[in-house]
């Protein structure tokens, strides 16, 4: 049974930063497009940042592109999310999702697997 299991979140001050980590029980984690959803109280989980299988492309939402990093490592079976300068409207449940699909997918139903979620909450 496939299972990703996200750490890292908690409560930190706008401005501050936090990283969170998945790691993935699976053999095939390296040919898998990863990505990293939120989702905050009454709204849609919305795509924060993807990497592709290799990590060579990465695609990010416009409200955190120059403050978040996605990073892998195959070799770990893990993929990152480097979250700085962080702001209120961060706020959010954020989950790890992974599958065979193309790095660019922004629909959450493109992703087969997916982890419990963590919280992060950024007070002002």
């Known amino acids: 049974q496939v299972q990703l299991v996200e750490s890292g979140g908690g409560l930190v001050q706008a401005g501050g930063s936090l990283r969170l980590s998945c790691a993935a029980s699976?053999?095939?984690?390296?040919?898998?497009?990863m990505a990293w959803f939120r989702q905050a109280p009454g709204k849609a989980r919305e795509l924060v940042a993807a990497v592709q299988w290799s990590g060579a492309d990465t695609y990010y939402a416009d409200s955190v592109k120059g403050r978040f990093t996605i990073s892998r490592d195959n070799a770990k079976k893990s993929v990152y999310l480097q979250m700085n300068s962080l702001k209120p409207e961060d706020t959010a449940v954020y989950y790890c999702a992974g599958g065979v699909t193309f790095w660019r997918n922004i629909n959450p139903g493109g992703y087969n697997y997916w982890g419990q979620g963590t919280q992060v909450t950024v007070s002002s």
């Open positions: 699976t053999r095939t984690f390296s040919t898998w497009t």
